[in-house]
Structures are given as C-alpha cells and as structure tokens.
C-alpha cells in the first residue's frame, strides 16, 4: 500500500507538471497583455512581432468571462490576428454593476483599447461574440457598420440585422442547442440569406457544429475554424494554422493530477473510524427525491414577496443558493440525523476545500474561469456556502459507510435529481432561466465532490469543503446584480 501511495504521489506530479507545460507551450510565440480602462479589465493577444494585422473583438456571454473566450483568441492569434478579450459589467473581473444598456458602451471601450495596441491595422477590424455577447457585436456590426469587415455571432440572440448591415455576418450555432438554431436561421433570413459576397460585405451564413451544446461550442475546433475561415475570407488572408486549440484537455489532465495527490493525502490523514448505523434507505432516497419539489415550491412562494433574480446581489445564483438551502434543509429532516462537529473536522474540511480551490481553479484562471473573486464577490462566498452547506450535509450523511458501487448510484442519482430539480423550479420561475447555466456542470461538479466524500466519509469534513468550493463556483460565475 505505500508503494501504491509513493506511485500514485510520482504520477501527481507529473500529470500536474505536463499539464503546465501544455499551457505554457500553447503560449508560446503569441504576445499577451493584460490592461484595464473604465475599470473593465482587457486581455490582448496576438502574434508576436506582428505588423498591421487585422483585430477581432471577442465578446462573452451572459455568466461568462473573457477566459471563456480564450479558444477563438488562442486560434486567431495563431492564424496571424490581434485579439482583445473584456469582461462585461458584472462579469468576471469588472466590478460595475450588470446593466444591460451600458454594455455596448464595453464593447466601444475595448475597441478603443483594440486600435491603440501597436500590432494592429485599425482599418481591419471583426467582431465575434457569444450568446449575449452576439447581440452586442451584431447591434455594433449595424451602428458602426463602416467600422467592422465582419461580424461572428455564436449561439446568437437577435438583433436588428439587414442584407447590408452588419457586414459579412457568419451564424453558428451548435446542433445540441435548437432554441439557438431557430435564432440563427431567422437572422438568416432577415439578412438575406446564404451567400458569399465578402467584397460587397454581404456574405452570410449559418455554420451548424456538431454534437455542440451552449458552453461546449466554445471549445469546439469545428467552431475554431469556420471563425477562421469566415475571417480569412473576409480579409482576403491565406493563413494555414494546425494550431488546434487542446487547453481544456491539459486542464483535465491538472485536475486528474491534483484528485490523484488528494487521495494521497487523504489516505494519510483521515482516520477510519466504525460508522454509527446506517439511515434507512428509506429516509436517504425519500429525502433526496422530495427536497427539489419543496425547493421549487418554496422558491414559487417567496418569489411573490422577494426579488429572487437579483437576491444577495448576484444575478440568478442567489436564487441557487437558497433553492440547495431548502432542498438541503429538507433532505437533513428527514434524515433526522446528524454527528456533532469537531474542530479536526473543520480543519480537515479546510484542508479539503484548499486543495479543491487549486485543483480545479489555479488553471482555471488562465484557461475558462475567472477564479479569483474580486473583493465585491468574495464578500458573497461565505454566504452562498453557507446556504449550500445543508445540502452538502444531507449527501455526504446519507452516503456515509457505502460500497463504491452504490456511490456510482449516488453520483447518477443526485446529478439528475438537481437536474430535474432545477427544471421544475425553471418551470415555475422561468425568470431565472440562467440557472440553466449550470445543468451541464452538475454530474462533473458532482463526480468530483463525492470523490471526496469517498475519501474523507466524515459527513462535516466533506460537506465543509464542498459547499465552501460549491459557493466559490456560485460566486465567481454569475453576474453582479444592479
């Protein structure tokens, strides 16, 4: 077993020291700057020592961040663009609050930023958004229409958009999401439908990417490249890149090796004790299917006396906080049950949740995610732990002392119950329709927190870590109400 413990410990560090090198190499030969003005953090890439190059602003979407964007920045760069990246109000880094009507105003402030990097040719410029951010770059693509060559609107929304303006407009939209297909193909027809006129400024076109959802079109090489190709049309540009965008796959590999050292840890500091008896299955699976259906209720009631979009200051997941809140609440009830505390658990639970934070945030920051929270939004963490912390309790409680076989069941069983869960609420409240934001992310979320359950089986020490993890993601995802 300490010979298990010592290879694991060795294969770690390699896959965490590997997974660097990818991000570091992916880097390599592309200028990067980070700025600021207004107060919107920018971040700017481009080919090293490039010369009048052709500039693309690329723009997030709702609940995003420029990190999000990083693939398109990454292959643009590759194929010989200037790329400026921001954070939207609210969003990220940028602590004014979200409103809707000044984020147009964003976009001119990057532009500016865009045109004064010494690499670019200000007389070439494109715009490529997604989701909210489509709506933004096609209503700039239409006002400043003798500004902008061309126009990429991912996932787009809707906009005012004609067979003239905005120019060289390019739709995608991923063949998993089809409220976004419909969107595409109505613009479609409202710009004049499919053609190739890049010269006249009129060229349109629907791109479908396949076996792409909301979030995973953007790390999609298929999306990558029809951007590409749609920008090199436009510019009349050649330039052949094999760069394909493999960061979210080092990424992968820096939280495989980070969960393999944390059960090293683990298996040196927890100390196994002989469970109290189980809760009556009964009790654990009942809990677990009655919580959602209280939590959609409850949230449906307050909703009538309580701001719930923007409760605690943060769009839509203050609303998530207090539906994991309830539904934990209930779910802790019937379990009836619940062992004292103790400040080895707590320290442990501390310990846990430190090396979650780097596992699946210190690459994060540079790859998808602005983890670290800025004062406005670590102020919110504590309380959205707390709020997630009854939830945490009642499954590290009623998987405490089972089989790995049976916790396979319950990593299934809670991913779709808070799938379903959300749904119903979504069906009630369809006001909060950013939940659905995070639909994709529970059976991962959820398959590495109940790693840790399996880990620890100490009911406080896991709960503490994976609500303070749990509230952190709540926190740094979702925008700063107004």
């Not at 990454?74 to 809707?100: C, E, I, K, S």
Request: proline letters at 4%.
């Amino acid at each position: 077993m300490k010979r298990l413990r010592q290879w694991l410990l060795i294969l770690s560090i390699l896959l965490i020291s590997l997974s660097w090198w990818g991000i570091i190499a992916a880097r390599s030969g592309l200028t990067l700057r980070a700025m600021e003005s207004d107060r919107i953090p920018l971040l700017y890439l481009a080919p090293q020592q490039a010369q009048a190059v052709p500039g693309v602003l690329i723009a997030h979407g709702y609940a995003g961040s420029k990190q999000l964007m990083l693939g398109y920045a990454h292959v643009l760069a590759r194929a010989g663009y200037a790329t400026m990246l921001w954070d939207f109000d609210g969003h990220g880094a940028n602590p004014n609050r979200f409103q809707h009507f000044d984020l147009q105003q964003n976009l001119n402030v990057a532009l500016r930023a865009l045109r004064e990097q010494p690499e670019v040719d200000s007389t070439r410029l494109a715009l490529l958004g997604h989701s909210m951010g489509s709506g933004i770059v096609m209503a700039a693509g239409i006002d400043q229409v003798d500004t902008f060559a061309a126009t990429i609107a991912i996932s787009p929304t809707g906009a005012d958009v004609t067979s003239q303006a905005p120019r060289n407009l390019q739709l995608q939209a991923g063949s998993w999401e089809g409220r976004f297909i419909a969107n595409a193909q109505r613009l479609l027809a409202a710009s004049g439908g499919t053609n190739f006129d890049f010269a006249a400024g009129t060229a349109r076109e629907l791109a479908i990417v396949p076996n792409a959802e909301h979030i995973t079109i953007l790390f999609n090489d298929v999306s990558h490249q029809a951007a590409l190709r749609w920008l090199n049309a436009t510019f009349n540009q050649f330039n052949p890149t094999e760069y394909v965008d493999r960061r979210m796959g080092w990424y992968g590999l820096h939280l495989l090796g980070w969960l393999l050292l944390l059960s090293v840890v683990a298996s040196k500091i927890v100390r196994r004790k002989p469970h109290s008896k189980k809760v009556r299955s009964v009790k654990r699976w009942g809990g677990l299917l009655l919580a959602p259906f209280v939590a959609a209720i409850a949230l449906t009631l307050l909703n009538q006396s309580v701001e719930l979009t923007s409760l605690g200051g943060l769009q839509v997941g203050g609303a998530v906080g207090l539906w994991f809140a309830v539904a934990g609440i209930t779910w802790l009830a019937l379990l009836a049950r619940l062992p004292r505390p103790t400040w080895r658990m707590a320290g442990l639970g501390l310990m846990l949740f430190a090396l979650l934070w780097i596992a699946f945030g210190a690459m994060a920051q540079v790859v998808w995610l602005q983890w670290w929270l800025i004062p406005t939004r670590l102020q919110l963490w504590l309380p959205l732990s707390i709020a997630c912390l009854p939830w945490f309790l009642a499954s590290g409680l009623a998987q405490q002392g089972i089989s790995g076989r049976a916790r396979f069941g319950w990593w299934f069983a809670q991913s779709a119950i808070l799938i379903g869960g959300f749904l119903l609420t979504l069906n009630f409240l369809p006001q909060l329709g950013f939940m659905f934001l995070l639909l994709p992310l529970f059976p991962p979320l959820i398959a590495v927190l109940s790693f840790v359950v399996a880990l620890v089986d100490e009911v406080w020490s896991s709960a503490l870590a994976s609500a303070l993890f749990f509230g952190w993601i709540l926190a740094a995802g979702f925008p700063l109400a107004s």
